[in-house]
């Protein structure tokens, strides 16, 4: 039986870490990369500004974010006790975590006057059918009949941003939930959001490395799975074997360099000048982006 799980901790250097957002943001623009990543740097903008700005949120980053935390809550409470969740008092606790994130934080939607004011009913319902398509869906149930005989060896939501070695590199893994059913070792992803099937299916393969690199679990004995809880439940499981790791971890080797040559000091991950890194052609993208107002 699998003891319990917790990740490596690594010492402190000041390198750029690869991940999967990190990556993502950096392809599609390389200004919003720059005001993301390296604000402290920012020199035509006063930082209470720049801080403002990266603090700003978004209505589905927000439901994203209230469901992990429930889905959170529900595990650890799975940990305890063998109970079936008493689902009123479980929507009734989503709702306030909702409410809370909704009073707490500023949004892009109204800081930028797309919305006149938030409808947190309709992003309330949105958490609860999550909710509900996970509770009444095949993994829950699973679970129950496989999951529950080692308990002390889940790792749900780990503390920290996932620090692991691909391949010798840095990188950031994080996973929400990763379990041992016998030998084999179990590791789920929540997605609230739309399919993206390549870049899920890199993510899982990342899950994969990083369980492999931080526990020594063997290849053949990792099962990572999306879970997709909304707008109704679905699963993306991917099938890989070693082999599979030398394109991969070439690409992350390729993502990382291209990242290293707009930094002046790789080491200390100091940036080039704001003006080498390019704004995004499209309008969409700005739209969504929460600099949008250093960019004018």
Avoid at 59 to 65: A, H, K, R, S, W
Avoid at 82 to 103: H, I, M, T
Avoid at 234 to 253: C, M
Avoid at 265 to 294: A, G, H, Y
Wanted: glycine residues 4%; aromatic residues 16%.
């Amino acid at each position: 039986m699998i003891a319990e799980l917790k990740y490596p901790v690594y010492p402190f250097t000041p390198i750029l870490g690869w991940s999967i957002s990190r990556y993502e943001v950096f392809d599609k623009c390389r200004r919003q990369y720059f005001y993301q990543y390296y604000s402290k740097y920012v020199k035509d903008a006063p930082q209470y500004k720049v801080s403002k700005l990266k603090g700003l949120t978004s209505v589905p980053l927000e439901i994203g974010n209230a469901v992990h935390d429930c889905m959170e809550a529900l595990l650890k409470r799975l940990q305890k006790s063998d109970s079936r969740v008493d689902e009123d008092k479980f929507f009734q606790f989503a709702d306030g975590k909702l409410k809370e994130y909704f009073s707490a934080k500023s949004f892009i939607e109204i800081y930028y006057k797309q919305e006149e004011a938030l409808d947190i009913n309709a992003a309330a319902e949105k958490v609860r059918a999550c909710l509900s398509n996970f509770i009444d869906g095949p993994c829950y149930s699973w679970l129950y009949m496989k999951a529950m005989t080692n308990r002390t060896g889940w790792m749900i939501e780990p503390e920290g941003f996932g620090e692991t070695r691909l391949d010798g590199m840095k990188a950031y893994c994080k996973m929400d939930f990763l379990f041992p059913v016998g030998e084999e070792v179990y590791i789920l992803d929540w997605k609230t959001g739309a399919r993206d099937q390549a870049k899920h299916a890199a993510q899982l393969m990342g899950y994969a490395a990083a369980a492999h690199s931080n526990f020594s679990i063997p290849w053949n004995m990792i099962f990572p799975k999306i879970v997709y809880l909304y707008p109704q439940y679905d699963e993306l499981e991917i099938k890989f074997s070693e082999s599979d790791l030398t394109g991969y971890f070439q690409t992350i080797r390729e993502q990382t360099e291209a990242m290293y040559a707009l930094c002046g000091d790789v080491e200390r991950n100091v940036p080039l000048d704001i003006s080498e890194f390019e704004k995004s052609p499209s309008p969409n993208m700005c739209k969504n982006c929460r600099f949008q107002e250093l960019c004018v």
